[in-house]
């Protein structure tokens, strides 16, 4: 989908991502952060949110290596990835692709998960046909 096509909520996170900026939305009553963006609170449900930037920083909470079936050719032309669940350092967690984690690293990576060590993330933007896409990367 192009972006003179996408609703307003998702049409400014997609801007951002076009100026490697990464938007969510503030509560106005609790302050939680919706990462990637909605339009209401999922912590208090409260309808008011407005617009705030995130680092795009923040730590692998658990991942999976992808399997034939769900293997991404595009994704593969860009690097080693998996699939994973993050939390940014402002605190909303989301799934995204992971790049850096391989079938040969993934144990060790799930070792230091298991030890409760800090597996840094970034973000990274990659280019896809009419739109960027939200991925993040090992530190």
């Known amino acids: 989908m192009r972006l003179d096509q996408m609703e307003p909520i998702v049409k400014r996170f997609y801007e951002g991502l076009e100026e490697n900026k990464f938007y969510g939305r503030r509560c106005k009553e609790c ?3 919706e990462f990637p963006p909605h ?3 999922n912590a208090c449900g409260y309808h008011e949110t407005e617009w705030c930037e995130v680092s795009g920083h923040g730590r ?9 079936q769900n293997d991404k050719p595009y994704l593969r032309e860009v690097g080693k990835y998996a ?4 939390e940014l350092d402002e605190g909303p967690q989301y799934t995204y692709v992971i790049f850096g984690i391989s079938k040969k690293s993934a144990p060790q990576i ?3 998960l298991m030890a409760h060590e800090t597996v840094g993330v970034h973000a990274r933007v990659i280019d896809r046909p009419s ?6 990367e090992l530190d």
Do not use: N, S
């Not at 692998?60 to 034939?68: A, H, K, N, T, Y």
């Not at 739109?131 to 993040?136: A, G, Q, T």
């Open 39 to 41: 339009l209401a609170c």
């Open 83 to 86: 699939y994973g669940a993050v």
């Open 60 to 68: 692998l909470i658990d991942f999976m290596v992808p399997g034939p």
């Open 110 to 112: 799930r070792a230091r």
């Open 131 to 136: 739109y960027k896409e939200l991925c993040f």
């Open 31 to 33: 302050g939680a952060i």
